[in-house]
């Protein structure tokens, strides 16, 4: 139920989900919160930057949290922000922790098609606009 690689990677895809590459959103039914393509398809940037461990309380901070003490990008340490959910290329065989709770650090300054981010929209609630 979600656009990753079926087989031996990088040998074979079988292309049992029907695609190669990115899939189109909503291709793949909802999971039980009602939640599209959680794992899968495209690795999803976080507004975290990664940490060896996750900080600690509840996230408040939607902009993502200041770099972690220690680094210093000036001095050649590569801005590393957090990625989640997995891709078309994740098999068995290849990636093991695809899936939403995992986090997996990322270099900002690297291109790639199997990495996106994901938009939300707060919908109005029965009393009126989102807050």
């Known amino acids: 139920m979600a656009n990753t690689w079926q087989g031996l990677f990088p040998v074979r895809n079988d292309l049992r989900d029907g695609y190669s590459g990115a899939a189109p959103v909503m ?7 009602g939640l599209y393509d959680m794992i899968g398809n495209v690795w999803e940037w976080t507004g975290d930057w990664f940490a060896p461990r996750h900080a600690r309380g509840p996230a408040s901070n939607p902009e993502g949290p200041p770099p972690p003490q220690g680094l210093d990008f000036s001095q050649g340490e590569a801005p590393s922000r957090v990625i989640k959910g997995g891709s078309f290329l994740c098999a068995p065989n290849y990636c093991m922790r695809y899936r939403p709770a995992a986090r997996h650090a990322q270099d900002t300054g690297l291109g790639t098609n199997h990495i996106g981010f994901r938009t939300v929209l707060n919908a109005p609630g029965p009393d009126g606009p989102a807050r």
């Not at 291709?27 to 919160?33: E, G, R, T």
């Open 27 to 33: 291709c793949f039914p909802p999971n039980a919160f």
